[in-house]
């Protein structure tokens, strides 16, 4: 019994890490689906969210209620800088140098952070209680619960958004056919910018969580690596597709990691990714490309 | 466009050198690489030869990136698969080592070609992070394959030995390593101007018109992937050879990054693109070293800097090189030339 117990236990902690993939997918999926963009860099401003949050709750002393949206912000604002200087001088040309664009991204904001706070992790101030929750028997660490309800109210506030925000639905809209977007009278520019700064927003918040339960580190971008294993598996537009994917990478992380150990964590997912890509390229829930000579 | 080189047949045409101006200058160049060692001391000589390795690795990337159009971001562990392959059959075998390097050559390219099986479904995009599952699997596997590579610690490789003399100075590895990638980047050369090479740049252009052409994609591809594995090999094989150790932190993603963002700043599909990218990101790091030093008296700790400043020297160079001159190096070398060759009648 003690073994289920303890199969349970684990369980939810993948559950709650699987949230926390999910958030930071849904950046990747939010960029993606309105400019194209595969935003290798969004593990990086996931960092910089943490390092953010660092500095406005021990750096200036304000409380965590404070220091949170500001640190989203500064994601928010890093995201709209980067999409108004960089990526908007890069329309048109091929996916891959914008991808390539976001990868030295990363490395500029790798080396900032490396420059102003020195490459020691560091940990957040706690701003979550540490009282463990209990879910029937089974013991769920109180920051992964707190991330796991955090990320689902995301998420659900997201697909509201997308359904009845008239912002939402010019996203969907661009991301369906750009020039029927543009005939209809939205503003494509304002919605890759719109896209950029919710999604960098959201993966800085999503670091602020990640940050608080494992503490921050330059070397933490390489979350958004496993994001990037969610969002192909889950299909790179779908919203939906990030939702079962992070739950379902987090779940398979937390079983190897516990049960094959830490090491094979990683070829576990990469595993999944290189298997998902033979057989369904464009992931579970994603719109396949067709594509005519 | 140069004039006075009209050609009677094709072969001509596609000559790599056509007019006895360039003739000239080669001889130039050629004459200057073998003097260099003789003047220069010896942290010059291991720039010299960290360049050689990584022109030959940039070109393998080139061959791929450039001119297939598949994006990779495996170089750096097709390369330690090379290093390991050499490091090996060293200790095992014993074999020589111009006959290790080949066999580190032919089982990345090996290797590489279980790496492209997925360009059969995916490409572009998906196709990079398909090879950046691929190379954290081939971390993996060197990490835990601990009788074969050493684990966590690596191994240790013997020196080269060329006719009985072992090659431990860099004036002496300089003589071997900088042939060995002069006749890798001519064999690239070359091979652009069969039809392998064609085949490839039809691929680049448009892959499913160079289907309906006739051209087998899958084959190609492989194909493709295998020569540039095989180049990363041998250049892992050298740089086995070169700093006489291999372990798991020697390729990481980072120097698959590195290869390709070469590639990028040189200019993509051209072979000099490839050469001067590598030359270029390889002295870039000791440049910075330079300047962090003149300003160390003046600045605490100017050391720590240095890591850093590298890394954002590194990312800037990738995103202004990509907005600002998305063909590289080779597009500025190429604009320096045709001044020239109108100047003085046109400024």
Not at chain 2, 111 to 127: A, C, D, H, N, T
Not at chain 2, 135 to 146: E, G, K, P, Y
Request: hydrophobic share 55%.
């Amino acid at each position: 019994m003690s073994d289920l117990l303890f199969f349970v236990e684990v369980s939810l902690a993948g559950l709650g890490s699987g949230a926390l993939l999910s958030l930071t997918a849904l950046a990747f999926v939010l960029i993606y689906k309105a400019t194209r963009v595969i935003n290798l860099a969004v593990g990086e401003i996931l960092m910089m969210g943490g390092y953010f949050f660092l500095a406005f709750a021990a750096g200036w002393g304000l409380s965590p209620w404070l220091a949170i949206p500001a640190a989203i912000a500064g994601g928010a604002l890093i995201g709209a800088v980067v999409e108004r200087g960089i990526i908007r001088r890069m329309l048109g040309e091929s996916p891959i140098s914008v991808f390539m664009v976001t990868v030295g991204l990363g490395s500029v904001l790798v080396g900032i952070v490396e420059l102003v706070w020195g490459t020691d992790p560091r940990t957040l101030p706690d701003f979550m209680g540490t009282a463990p929750v209990f879910i029937g028997e089974a013991y769920v660490s109180r920051k992964i619960a707190i991330s796991f309800a955090v990320a689902g109210l995301v998420i659900a506030v997201f697909l509201a958004l997308f359904r009845f925000w008239r912002g939402g639905v010019a996203l969907r809209a661009t991301a369906t056919d750009q020039a029927a977007a543009y005939s209809c009278g939205i503003n494509v520019p304002g919605v890759f910018s719109l896209a950029w700064t919710i999604g960098c927003g959201t993966a800085a918040g999503a670091g602020v969580l990640l940050g608080s339960i494992g503490g921050i580190a330059p070397t933490m971008g390489a979350f958004g690596l496993s994001a990037l294993v969610v969002v192909i598996v889950g299909g790179l537009d779908s919203v939906a597709g990030a939702l079962v994917a992070g739950l379902a990478i987090g779940l398979v992380e937390a079983w190897t990691g516990t049960y094959l150990g830490g090491e094979y964590k990683l070829v576990f997912t990469f595993g999944i990714l290189i298997l998902m890509l033979m057989i369904r390229p464009y992931g579970l829930f994603g719109t396949k490309e067709i594509e005519r000579l | 466009m140069r004039i006075a080189t009209a050609n009677e047949t094709y072969l001509a045409d596609e000559a790599l050198i056509r007019t006895r101006t360039q003739w000239a200058w080669t001889a130039v160049l050629a004459a200057g690489l073998a003097a260099a060692p003789f003047a220069l001391n010896n942290y010059w000589l291991y720039l010299a030869c960290l360049v050689a390795i990584n022109v030959a690795s940039a070109t393998g990337l080139n061959i791929l990136t450039g001119y297939t159009g598949l994006v990779s971001l495996g170089q750096g562990a097709f390369m330690a698969v090379g290093a390991y392959t050499v490091a090996w059959l060293d200790r095992n075998v014993g074999a020589p080592f111009l006959v290790n390097l080949f066999a580190g050559g032919l089982m990345a390219a090996a290797v590489g070609i279980l790496v492209g099986l997925p360009s059969l479904r995916v490409k572009g995009l998906y196709l990079a992070i398909a090879t950046i599952g691929a190379s954290i699997i081939l971390q993996f596997v060197f990490l835990n394959w601990t009788s074969v590579t050493g684990g966590s610690r690596g191994m240790n490789v013997a020196p080269a030995s060329l006719f009985g003399t072992p090659l431990t100075t860099y004036f002496q590895l300089y003589f071997v390593l900088v042939p060995i990638a002069a006749l890798m980047v001519l064999g690239a050369a070359n091979l652009f101007r069969t039809r392998i090479g064609r085949a490839f740049i039809a691929i680049r252009d448009r892959d499913i018109s160079a289907e309906v052409l006739g051209i087998p994609l899958l084959r190609y591809k492989l194909l493709s992937f295998a020569v540039s594995s095989f180049y990363a090999g041998v250049a892992g094989g050298m740089w086995a050879y070169f700093f006489r150790a291999v372990g798991p932190e020697s390729f990481t993603i980072v120097e698959s990054i590195f290869y390709l963002a070469a590639v990028i700043v040189g200019g993509m599909g051209s072979i000099l693109g490839g050469i001067i990218g590598a030359t270029f990101m390889t002295l870039v790091p000791e440049v910075l070293r330079f300047g962090v030093e003149a300003i160390s008296p003046y600045v605490d700790n100017a050391g720590t800097l240095l890591s850093p400043v590298r890394t954002v020297v590194f990312g800037a160079l990738i995103i202004l090189f990509l907005v600002f001159e998305p063909q590289g190096l080779a597009e500025i070398v190429q604009r320096v030339r045709r001044f020239f060759h109108l100047w003085p009648f046109r400024k």
